[in-house]
């Protein structure tokens, strides 16, 4: 009985708090590590049914953080050979950006709560955002909700008469007919390690796209603003 792999959400966690704390100078036992042993094993991004007898214990988490060691110029041992490619993949994405890195497990930390494991479930991995399944699905969450969507694009209706995509243009009533009208998606800009589960999103949090271009900038690591999606498109 194998435990599941580390996701992105979990590693996230654990290189953030291998920079705050380096495993050479920490042990197993330090509370740090025991608080990211409770955090991970309350995490919804594993089914309870996969979880086994040492899921996530400090040992494995201490264990992983000497994972990283071989990734790290400043160790001169060569650290734990073992290990998976995406702790490279996080490693190579974060490692010179620790703020960012700072931001989005302190994000994580704060919003795992609000999240439940069935809602992680419907993520599919090409569509998880580099900050994780956690505040990809707040960020879903955010744009979905039919009240503020439903308002967005009444406003849009009102100042413009048409809703167009902001990216490419795209007008579905155009191209469908009245079968299109009123139709589009919104996409919350703000970015994930902003998000707060108790924040209210504001019509300006949210862009009009096109059901492409929403996949699209979803598909970007890290998420680019519209600004710079609107020059992927140029
Ligand atoms: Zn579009
Ligand atoms: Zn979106």
């Known amino acids: ?3 599941p792999k580390w996701t992105r959400d979990e590693l996230i966690l654990a290189l953030d708090l291998y920079f705050r704390n380096p495993p050479g100078k920490i042990s197993g036992d330090h509370p740090e590590i025991v608080q990211l042993s409770a955090l991970l094993n309350q995490l919804p991004v594993h089914p309870q049914k996969e979880k086994f007898q040492k899921f996530r214990n400090p040992n494995g988490v201490y264990m992983k953080l000497c994972n990283f060691l071989r990734f790290d110029p400043n160790y001169s041992g060569k650290g734990l050979q073992a290990g ?20 989005i497990a302190a994000s994580i930390r704060e919003n795992a709560q609000y999240i439940s494991r ?32 439903k308002k967005k694009k009444e406003s849009v209706l009102n100042q413009k008469g048409k809703l167009l995509c ?11 007919g009245t079968l299109g009208r009123g139709f589009a998606e919104c996409h919350h800009m703000k970015p994930l390690a902003e998000l707060r589960a108790n924040q209210k999103t504001k019509l300006s949090d ?8 929403h996949r699209m900038i ?5 998420m680019v603003s519209l600004e710079e999606f609107k020059k992927i498109l140029r």
């Open 218 to 222: 979803h598909r970007t690591k890290p």
């Open 166 to 176: 902001e990216a490419c243009g795209f007008d579905f009533e155009k191209k469908y």
């Open 118 to 149: 069935p809602q992680i479930g419907d993520i599919p991995d090409d569509e998880e955002f580099q900050e994780g399944k956690v505040l990809t699905r707040l960020h879903k969450f955010r744009e979905r909700s039919p009240s503020i969507t």
């Open 206 to 213: 949210l862009c009009i796209l096109c059901s492409n271009c």
């Open 84 to 103: 998976g490619k995406l702790e490279e993949e996080i490693w190579n994405e974060f490692a010179s950006n620790r703020t960012k890195l700072a931001q």
């Open 1 to 3: 009985m194998r435990n």
